[in-house]
């Protein structure tokens, strides 16, 4: 079965520095979706990404983050200036389309250390 | 803001028992409403999701109610078995996008055989 898939699976950075961190969404899907995971905590949205632009953002996807489809394939998260607080599982997910019978895919997660 | 309410926060059952999880959520114009079960170490998977033009979903051991009128959908889990344990949440779309889901905090399920 088709997946997404992350990398890297883990990410040590210091506060201050820039990561981007890489996702690879099923090959006929047509929307993208970073979601983050603090630990213990639930899973939260951070943007959407559709036809090449944001569709849709939270309040937590602030001027530090940014996506990019730099290829056919690979669907970046940038984080600018890395801080403490943005230690998380970072999720992508994609999907066929945004309407019904086309559920959200899940990659497995990069966990994303800040120090 | 929308808001998606999941209780218990943790169950232990025992192998062959049901379980049972719900959730509430706040946004009136939400219509579809998934379940993901998350393994240590995993990304969430879906196991079942509902829209909200049906009252009730069931493939094999696991059941999704919803109720729109109370805004609260129902997780059934039954003859559960030790490979059942792991953090399940539910999730409601924010409008009538399947994408945009606004999660519940999560239910630690732990089935001892």
């Known amino acids: 079965e088709p997946e997404v898939t992350q990398t890297p699976s883990h990410q040590v950075t210091q506060m201050g520095q820039e990561v981007i961190l890489r996702c690879v969404p099923i090959?006929?899907?047509?929307?993208f979706y970073w979601y983050r995971q603090i630990l213990g905590q639930k899973v939260e949205f951070l943007v959407s990404?559709?036809?090449?632009?944001?569709?849709?953002k939270s309040e937590i996807f602030d001027d530090q983050f940014s996506v990019e489809r730099p290829d056919g394939s690979n669907f970046t998260l940038k984080i600018r200036s890395t801080k403490l607080e943005d230690s998380a599982m970072y999720f992508c997910?994609?999907?066929?389309?945004?309407?019904?019978?086309?559920?959200?895919?899940f990659g497995n997660g990069t966990r994303l250390t800040v120090t | 803001g929308e808001n998606v309410e999941q209780h218990p926060s943790t169950l232990s059952v025992q192998e062959g028992d049901s379980a049972v999880i719900k959730c509430t959520y706040s946004?009136?114009?939400?219509?579809?409403f998934p379940w993901y079960k998350q393994e240590l170490g995993k990304g969430p998977q879906l196991i079942i999701d509902?829209?909200?033009?049906?009252g009730e979903k069931k493939d094999q051991r696991i059941a999704v109610t919803l109720n729109k009128t109370a805004k609260h959908f129902s997780l059934h889990i039954t003859e559960t078995q030790p490979e059942d344990s792991a953090v399940y949440f539910c999730?409601?779309?924010?409008?009538?996008?399947?994408?945009?889901?606004?999660f519940g905090k999560g239910t630690k399920l732990s089935v001892k055989p």
């Open positions: 997910a994609s999907t066929s389309w945004s309407g019904t019978n086309s559920p959200l895919h």
């Open positions: 090959s006929n899907h047509l929307y």
């Open positions: 990404f559709y036809n090449n632009e944001i569709s849709e």
């Open positions: 946004d009136s114009a939400s219509n579809y």
């Open positions: 509902i829209r909200s033009n049906v």
């Open positions: 999730a409601a779309s924010i409008g009538g996008s399947q994408g945009n889901l606004i």
